[in-house]
């Protein structure tokens, strides 16, 4: 039978293969892509096969193989699985699912750009200009202070920048030893650490020789030539040198 060369054949729905086919047939089952029926798909795509072979007999052969295919995947899907087949019928109808997920992708993007609004149709670019020259004239003032500060900030963005620090008078560690452990072959009584500083430290001295003092009065402590008492924390710190034990 053939056809008529007069007769007006419209085509629809747009479908450029079976996968296409395929795609239509998912969606009338109207779930979600990821989760339709592969067995069901099967039988409503021979369904369409061999009613579109009883309207016409030429019909393209990728239709008759992806039928074919269609149907070894279903009898892969009923049967027991055969460890020695590879791939699997399981992983066969994973990469049909993924192929159908990207075909309706590309269509709604498709779709996307055709409904777009087109230039001259829906938008209109902006004319063209009619020709008014513009004239910019520039009016500085700026007195010489101005200069000077504008020339600074230029200078210090450029300028490396140095930290100097100022010289301060510290008690060292060893002077602090010295004077402790002098101190302490003096006396044999308890008394504050406060005692065994210069008569002259004040201001940041006497806190640099109270700190080499307590670090000094460790050292000792640790040498046992001194012993070290204080009542609770943050109470004041005692020394004294330590006593031999009586026979």
């Known amino acids: 039978m053939t056809e008529d060369p007069a007769t007006l054949t419209l085509d629809l729905d747009g479908w450029e293969g079976p996968l296409d086919v395929l795609l239509a047939l998912a969606r009338n089952q109207k779930v979600d892509l990821k989760a339709i029926s592969i067995l069901a798909l099967v039988d409503q795509y021979l369904r369409f096969v061999e009613q579109a072979r009883a309207i016409k007999l ?29 791939p699997n019928p399981e992983e066969l109808a994973l990469r049909l699912q993924l192929r159908l997920e990207r075909l309706s992708a590309m269509r709604e993007a498709g779709a996307r750009l055709v409904t777009r609004d087109r230039i001259g149709r829906d938008v209109f670019a902006r004319g063209a200009p009619e020709g008014l020259r513009t004239q910019r004239k520039a009016l500085w003032q700026a007195e010489i202070y101005d200069l000077i ?30 004077r402790v452990g002098r101190l302490l072959g003096i006396t044999m009584e308890w008394r504050t650490i406060e005692t065994f500083l210069p008569p002259a430290a004040v201001g940041l001295f006497r806190k640099s020789a109270l700190a080499s003092s307590f670090v000094a009065a460790l050292e000792l402590a640790k040498q046992g030539r001194a012993e070290l008492r204080q009542q609770s924390p943050f109470a004041p710190l005692y020394l004294r040198t330590p006593v031999e034990p009586r026979a």
């Open 58 to 86: 030429e019909l393209a052969a990728d239709y008759l193989v992806m039928a074919a295919w269609l149907a070894y995947l279903k009898s892969g899907l009923l049967l027991p699985r055969d460890p020695e087949v590879e």
């Open 149 to 178: 500060a504008a020339y600074g900030v230029i200078t210090a963005r450029t300028r490396p920048v140095m930290h100097v620090v100022a010289h301060r008078e510290v008690m060292t560690l060893e002077a602090a030893l010295e």
